[in-house]
């Protein structure tokens, strides 16, 4: 099914985690470091710099998977914590813009970052129960069902072996072992019901992001309508699971819908299309705008001025020359684009930073049937 496998951070019981470990993993489950806010936050700089310092919000969704307002929520948040300003491009959308992070991360990192895969290569893994093998939580069971059996025997088999007795006797020797074993079944089993919530609510979101990746094929490509009839099958052979009822497939659809305020053609549940247009031009205007923004760089310091020049001539020369870093800007962006999935060819219909072809966008675009999981808090360390 092209799934990429991926066990959790406890999932293999590795032979090298010292026995209390496991112990405390079977009740209290297994260890999992938590991210500050600075290591989170790693990711996302790293798509920016990728995107030469200019991110919509459509754009940050294809790569967390997360709603359109929450992306808005985070880029306003990164745009007051490193200097980012808002730009409106040519076709109404707004783009987030960072130039300071490109200064200091020095030249040429935006043409060395790598661009973060999308979110339907990042579908998250079941939590286990406790990251151990089943040898090893089997042992452990056995080893607590031996201290409950023997503390509960205890009256009959071992107070008359030893001669005692009494009120003293049986809470130490009873009552408290009892209550330990007890709890110490009890705690996973209370456990195991609250990370099947758990688990439900990241196949929901697994199925969020394959879903949206044949939303984004379709509006970064032929712009078709998307119906439970042309990616139901797709979004099943997909998942890892392979479960994804239509009607499952449809309600997210129709999230999707209104997230976007995607147009709709008419139909039943099956058959009724939603055509994504705000995400291709959301794409579309953050090409522009990254253009805009090369070109003024490559503009400063360009211009040369006559002390003869009266106003006219100057602004005949500016034109000129803005002309000419416009040309030269517009073949770049079709070149440098073409690995990103944002730039393109200029046609007459898209104008000079429109969408690269189909082709032309392999290098960023990768096709949501090639779904995987991959752990979230594993892919922020490799990058600390």
Sequence with gaps: RGIGSGRGRGGGGASDVP???KVFAFVFGPDEPRLTREQRDRELLQLLRARHGALTAAELVQHTGQRLDEADDELARLMAAHDGEPVVADNGTVV???????VSAGAGAADTAAVPPPAWQRLEPPRPLTGNGR????????MNGFNLLVAASAP???????GIGGPLAEIGLIWVPVAFSAVFYAVPLLRRWRLRRENRKRVERNLRRVVLGFVYESALTDLQPVSVSSIGERVRAALPDGVAYDAAVARVLEDLAAEFEADVTPGDERTRGFVFDAVRRAFQGAARVRARMALLDRSVGRIVYSSDDDAAAQDARDLESFDRELSAGNERTGDERAGDGAGAEATPADGPAALPPPDAMSGLWAPPDRAAYEDPVARVLRLT
């Design 156 to 162: 009959w088999f071992i107070f008359p072996r030893l």
């Design 135 to 142: 040898g090893t939580d089997a042992a452990i069971a056995a």
């Design 96 to 102: 987030y813009t960072f130039p300071s992070l490109l």
């Design 19 to 21: 026995f209390y470990k």
